[in-house]
């Protein structure tokens, strides 16, 4: 898939996947109206949350279609596995972007019902990672996943990039 392309498709899929889960529903559970009186400095490390994980969003998508010549849509898959950046340090940092954003609208918010939501959409996640995702990939990579898969955690990113991340 040429870059053109890959970055199309990419910012389309960013728009209609996270951009509804992660925006959309969160605003009409809250229509973003302050609830919990929550102290300031919990408002602020829920906005650092939110700016963090849209931050790592946007990165990871662009990796995917810079590096990987492709999208995170499953119709539009990349060429290559992404092993670079943010994955060097856990294999699904989209996923946890995303639970950061409306997480972090929880606790800048006061709005307990988007914690509910998030734990929804992280069970959701978890499903579609072990039903679909990892086994697509392994067939997909072979080798190359399973080395990735051994060498970098998939949910609790560490802080030391893995040394070895296999070849792209």
């Known amino acids: 898939m ?14 209609v996947a996270p951009g509804v889960v992660a925006g959309l529903v969160p605003w009409w559970l809250t229509r ?14 829920g906005a650092v949350a939110t700016g963090a994980g849209a931050a790592a969003l946007l990165g990871a998508f662009a990796q995917f279609a810079v590096q990987g010549r492709g999208t995170r849509a499953p119709p539009a898959p990349t060429e290559q596995l992404v092993v670079r950046g943010l994955y060097r ?17 929880a606790v800048l918010l006061g709005r307990p019902v988007l914690v509910g939501y998030a734990a929804g959409v992280g069970a959701a996640f978890i499903a579609f990672v072990y039903g679909y995702e990892q086994p697509t990939l392994a067939r997909r990579y072979g080798a190359q ?21 296999p070849p792209p």
């Open 145 to 165: 996943y399973e080395a990735y898969r051994r060498a970098v955690p998939g949910w609790w990113p560490r802080l030391r990039p893995a040394r070895t991340a």
């Open 2 to 15: 040429r870059k053109v392309t890959a970055v199309a498709g990419s910012a389309v899929f960013l728009v």
């Open 89 to 105: 340090h856990v294999r699904n940092p989209m996923y946890l972007a995303v639970l950061a954003v409306i997480t972090g609208q």
């Open 32 to 45: 973003w109206r302050m609830g919990a009186a929550y102290p300031v400095p919990v408002r602020v490390t």
